[in-house]
């Protein structure tokens, strides 16, 4: 059900707009207020699931009977350079390019050592701007992003953060435990919409760690069962 949303939803690509507006709005108003002297503005996100969608991925999944996240078929998908940019996401940044706002690009991916060229040349074949070695960072060894937020921090008044998974906002959201990860978004339930835009990601993401204590359980009857009773954690039962 997840992947057949992802593929045909009107809902899901609305979704991205209503984030993308909401990304503009903040901006705008970041506009308004900036005076001479201030540090300058920038956006920082997330690559896949927020910017660039991997739609055909999960296809290729599904026509050959996978049930769960593949990640040796992800690192030979990802040099095929079949993303598609999120719908409103070029509108977007090209909008910030316009108006002096800069975007920083920081993504966790691990395709060996190439990684970095291939999130390069497909930021690139899909013309979304700032793609440099300042803007573009990618982390192959860890998935805390906050070094890098932090450094940009530091320079730049950070307007907002876009991501799909709540790790790309805060590292504090990294725990294993459900119902602590909820915990922790309600603590910063203001935040949502304007500091932190959330994309939406029904197929992966560290929701899924937070089930199986790995963001890529392998495909096995066992982690079936793991999600059954998690799609079961609420349930009705009939007397
Ligand atoms: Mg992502």
Redesign the pocket.
């Known amino acids: 059900m997840a992947v057949a949303w992802k593929q045909t939803a009107a809902e899901y690509k609305a979704l991205y707009h209503q984030a993308y507006n909401m990304a503009r709005l903040q901006v705008d108003l970041a506009l308004a207020y900036h005076r001479p002297g201030d540090k300058p503005l920038a956006i920082i996100t997330?690559?896949?699931?927020?910017i660039i969608l991997p739609i055909n991925y999960w296809g290729y999944l599904i026509n050959n009977n996978k049930d769960f996240f593949d990640d040796a078929i992800w690192d030979k998908w990802i040099p095929q350079y079949k993303m598609v940019a999120s719908p409103g996401a070029l509108e977007f940044f090209q909008y910030c390019k316009e108006k002096g706002v800069e975007v920083f690009y920081v993504s966790n991916r691990d395709q060996g050592p190439n990684t970095y060229e291939y999130a390069m040349t497909q930021l690139n074949k899909l013309n979304f701007p700032y793609i440099d070695n300042s803007h573009l960072t990618v982390n192959r060894e860890t998935s805390n992003k906050e070094i890098r937020q932090n450094e940009i921090a530091q320079k730049y008044n950070v307007i907002s953060y876009l991501?799909?998974?709540l790790n790309?906002f805060r590292r504090v959201y990294y725990v294993k435990d459900v119902d602590e990860r909820t915990k922790l978004m309600e603590q910063d339930k203001d935040l949502y919409g304007s500091k932190f835009i959330l994309m939406p990601?029904p197929t992966d993401?560290h929701w899924i760690r937070a089930i199986f204590g790995d963001s890529e359980p392998p495909a096995t009857d066992q982690n079936r069962a793991i999600w059954k009773k998690a799609a079961a954690r609420s349930a009705w039962e009939q007397k």
Request: charged share 45%; no cysteine.
């Open positions: 997330d690559i896949d699931d927020t991501g799909d998974n790309d990601n993401g």
